[in-house]
């Protein structure tokens, strides 16, 4: 299955460092799911990004969300571009996860409120990989 996995960039990691968002990616790659964004979580992403035209980025990363059959989306960390992204995929009908691994009373309240009431869409936080990748496994069998 083909996975966009949305994460913050630009807005920073100050609640998930990127350290801990590749190990994310990693796993969601281990466990066979075909990752189109993997670019997100590499070092110096953020350098390689600044240097594409953004209309660029915009049109690649919409036509990834039309690729792929859902949206894993860590929303730990806040972002203006994954709050963005959430809403193209429900747009188009895209199942999404939202995760997250801090306190959810520190997650965008609007963000959560969009996924529970959604199509296809939940929320759920994550002690640590393994138990986010079991509530993605979890979650990637309610996709048709």
Not at 40 to 69: P, Q
Not at 112 to 121: I, W
């Amino acid at each position: 299955m083909k996975v966009y996995f949305a994460c913050s960039m630009r807005g920073g990691y100050q609640n998930t460092g990127l350290v801990n968002l590749k190990k994310l990616t990693d796993v969601l790659q281990e466990a066979g799911f075909d990752v189109l964004t993997t670019h997100t979580t590499e070092d110096g992403s953020i350098e390689k990004e600044n240097g594409l035209d953004t209309a660029h980025i915009y049109e690649r990363d919409y036509r990834w969300i039309e690729e792929c059959d859902f949206m894993v989306a860590e929303i730990s960390n806040p972002s203006l571009g994954v709050g963005a992204e959430i809403s193209d995929a429900i747009v188009l009908k895209k199942p999404v996860i939202g995760m997250f691994s801090i306190d959810e009373l520190k997650v965008s309240a609007y963000i959560l409120g969009k996924l529970k009431k959604s199509e296809n869409c939940r929320h759920s936080g994550y002690d640590d990989k393994n138990d986010f990748i079991e509530k993605v496994k979890e979650f990637s069998k309610t996709v048709s």
